[in-house]
C-alpha cells in the first residue's frame, strides 16, 4: 500500500448513468447495483480522465492508501472484459444489425474527453429520427459514433458550447447531422454549423433529412 492519488465516488450522488464507465480507458469504474464503482484500486491510474464525465460532479480524486497501479493486471482486466462483451451465437444476427458502438450517447452526458470521440465519424442526431426512420442503425449509423440531442427541447448554448469543446479537442473525421423535416429541428444543423466555427476546425459535414412519414427526404 502507498499513498497516492485514486478515484473517489460519492454514492450519494451518483445516478448509475454509466458515463464514467466509457471514460475510464482501464476499465477500473463498473456499475454495481445500479451505482458506479472503483472495481479496482490496481486498475485506477489516478489520473482523473473519468472526472469530466460525470455530471452529477460524484467523482473526485484523493490522496490516500492503496495498492499500486498495476499496468499489467489492468491490461488483463481488459482482455477479459473484451471477452465479456463477444456474443453468444444466438445473438450474432441481432449484434449485425445493430451498429451502437458508444456509450453515453446523450450530448449532455458525454465527456468531451470520451476515447470513442478521437478519430470518430460523428451522427449527430436529433432525438426523434431513430424513431421514424426504420433503417437508421443499418444505414445511417453503421461506422458511426452516435450524439443525440433535441434542439427545441434542451438547452442550445450548452448545447452549442458543448460541441465546440469537443470539435476543438479531439480528431473529429467527418460529422453527418440527421434531424426532422419539422423547423425547429433545422436548430441541429445550426448548432453543428456554429460550433464548427467557433471551434475554427475544417471537418467535413452532411445533412440528411428524414421526413414525417418516416421516409429520407432526397439530397
Same mark, same amino acid.
Given at each position: 500500500?502507498?499513498?497516492?492519488?485514486?478515484?473517489?465516488?460519492?454514492?450519494?450522488?451518483? #445516478? !448509475?448513468? $454509466? &458515463? =464514467?464507465?466509457?471514460? *475510464?480507458?482501464? %476499465?477500473?469504474?463498473? @456499475? +454495481?447495483?445500479?451505482?458506479? /464503482?472503483?472495481?479496482?484500486?490496481?486498475?485506477c #491510474? !489516478?489520473? $482523473? &480522465? =473519468?472526472?469530466?464525465? *460525470?455530471?452529477? %460532479?460524484?467523482?473526485? @480524486? +484523493?490522496?490516500?492508501?492503496? /495498492?499500486?497501479?498495476?499496468?499489467?493486471?489492468?491490461?488483463?482486466?481488459?482482455?477479459?472484459?473484451?471477452?465479456?462483451e463477444?456474443?453468444?451465437?444466438?445473438?450474432?444476427?441481432?449484434?449485425?444489425?445493430?451498429?451502437?458502438?458508444?456509450?453515453?450517447?446523450?450530448?449532455?452526458?458525454?465527456?468531451?474527453?470520451?476515447?470513442?470521440?478521437?478519430?470518430?465519424?460523428?451522427?449527430?442526431?436529433?432525438?426523434?429520427?431513430?424513431?421514424?426512420?426504420?433503417?437508421?442503425?443499418?444505414?445511417?449509423?453503421?461506422?458511426?459514433k452516435?450524439?443525440?440531442?433535441?434542439?427545441?427541447?434542451?438547452?442550445?448554448?450548452?448545447?452549442?458550447?458543448?460541441?465546440?469543446?469537443?470539435f476543438?479537442?479531439?480528431?473529429?473525421?467527418?460529422?453527418t447531422?440527421?434531424?426532422?423535416?419539422?423547423?425547429?429541428?433545422?436548430?441541429?444543423?445550426?448548432?453543428?454549423?456554429e460550433?464548427?466555427?467557433?471551434?475554427?476546425?475544417?471537418?467535413?459535414?452532411?445533412?440528411?433529412?428524414?421526413?414525417?412519414?418516416?421516409?429520407?427526404?432526397?439530397?
Open positions: 500500500m502507498i499513498k497516492r492519488p485514486i478515484v473517489q465516488i460519492d454514492q450519494d450522488k451518483c #445516478d !448509475g448513468c $454509466g &458515463a =464514467c464507465v466509457n471514460a *475510464c480507458a482501464e %476499465g477500473a469504474i463498473q @456499475i +454495481v447495483n445500479g451505482k458506479a /464503482k472503483l472495481v479496482n484500486e490496481v486498475y #491510474d !489516478g489520473l $482523473g &480522465a =473519468c472526472l469530466g464525465s *460525470c455530471p452529477k %460532479g460524484a467523482i473526485t @480524486i +484523493v490522496e490516500r492508501q492503496a /495498492k499500486p497501479f498495476d499496468e499489467e493486471a489492468t491490461k488483463k482486466h481488459l482482455e477479459f472484459i473484451k471477452i465479456k463477444v456474443p453468444s451465437c444466438e445473438c450474432l444476427n441481432f449484434v449485425n444489425n445493430y451498429k451502437l458502438s458508444n456509450w453515453p450517447i446523450q450530448l449532455k452526458l458525454i465527456s468531451v474527453k470520451a476515447p470513442f470521440l478521437n478519430n470518430a465519424h460523428l451522427l449527430i442526431a436529433a432525438d426523434c429520427t431513430a424513431f421514424s426512420y426504420s433503417n437508421f442503425h443499418q444505414e445511417i449509423l453503421k461506422d458511426k452516435l450524439i443525440i440531442a433535441c434542439p427545441k427541447l434542451d438547452d442550445t448554448e450548452f448545447y452549442l458550447g458543448k460541441l465546440t469543446e469537443i476543438n479537442t479531439n480528431n473529429i473525421k467527418s460529422i447531422v440527421l434531424r426532422m423535416t419539422v423547423p425547429c429541428c433545422a436548430g441541429l444543423t445550426w448548432i453543428v454549423k460550433a464548427l466555427k467557433k471551434s475554427g476546425k475544417n471537418i467535413p459535414l452532411e445533412e440528411k433529412i428524414v421526413d414525417m412519414d418516416g421516409t429520407m427526404k432526397p439530397y
